[in-house]
Nanobody, 119 residues
Framework: HVQLVESGGGSVQAGGSLRLSCAAS?????NAWFRQAPGKERERVAA???????HYADSVQGRFTIPRHFASDTIYLQMNSLKAEDTALYVC?????????????????WGQGTQVTVS
């Protein structure tokens, strides 16, 4: 079982930046960030697999990146040029599959989430 612990959320003005961190207790092939806003479905924002292939939602392409620090098993979400519509609970997820699933049901482990509010 892999535990995921997020940190780094908070409030920021539109146009600003935040970096979220997800500390993992073990290795998984794929790591991802999802977000869920009130009244909306959980959306995969970014994902990164073992071979460093990354995937981004169209809504964040060019603004968000998902770097990984292997030595500490930490996955980051660097968010730049934030918009009000980025406001959501951001949740770290991990999958043991040999690819990065696009849907939440494909992920085996989940963190508790960290709130991001953009005003």
């Amino acid at each position: 079982h892999v535990q995921l612990v997020e940190s780094g959320g908070g409030s920021v003005q539109a146009g600003g930046s935040l970096r979220l961190s997800c500390a993992a207790s073990g290795y998984t092939y794929c790591n991802a960030w999802f977000r869920q806003a009130p009244g909306k479905e959980r959306e995969r924002v970014a994902a990164r697999d073992h071979d460093a292939e990354t995937h981004y939602a169209d809504s964040v392409q060019g603004r968000f990146t998902i770097p990984r620090h292997f030595a500490s098993d930490t996955i980051y979400l660097q968010m730049n040029s934030l918009k009000a519509e980025d406001t959501a609970l951001y949740v770290c997820a991990a999958s043991n599959k040999d690819y990065c699933p696009s849907e939440a049901k494909g992920y085996d482990y989940w963190g508790q989430g960290t709130q991001v509010t953009v005003s």
